[in-house]
Nanobody, 121 residues
Framework: QVQLVESGGGLVQAGDSLRLSCAASGRTINNYNMGWFRQAPAKEREFVTAISVSGGRTYYADSVKGRFTISRDNAKNTVYLQMNSLKPEDTAVYYC??????????????WGQGTQVTVSS
């Protein structure tokens, strides 16, 4: 079982950037596809992006394409989410997840506790 801890969230203004980190422990993430999801108040958890084991394949929700970038450093057992040109609608709790590369949350086996991102206008 792998434990995931997100960090890097905070309060920023529209147009700013943030980089989220997802540090894994317990097991290496070398064999896990990884993803990021987010959940805004009173909304369903939604897919943001995912990355394959090798990092060679990445997928993005249309709403973040061109602004967000997922990456991974298997040597550091960490996955990153670089978020640029942030918008107020990006405000949500962001979750790191392991075990899938699909857009469906239930296909992921392990989840972090989340980190809050708030974007003011």
């Amino acid at each position: 079982q792998v434990q995931l801890v997100e960090s890097g969230g905070g309060l920023v203004q529209a147009g700013d950037s943030l980089r989220l980190s997802c540090a894994a422990s317990g097991r290496t993430i070398n064999n896990y596809n990884m993803g990021w999801f987010r959940q805004a108040p009173a909304k369903e958890r939604e897919f943001v992006t995912a990355i394959s084991v090798s990092g060679g394949r990445t997928y993005y929700a249309d709403s973040v394409k061109g602004r967000f970038t997922i990456s991974r450093d298997n040597a550091k057992n960490t996955v990153y989410l670089q978020m640029n040109s942030l918008k107020p609608e990006d405000t949500a709790v962001y979750y790191c997840a392991a075990g899938s590369i699909l857009t469906i949350a239930s296909t992921y086996r392990e989840w972090g506790q989340g980190t809050q991102v708030t974007v003011s206008s």
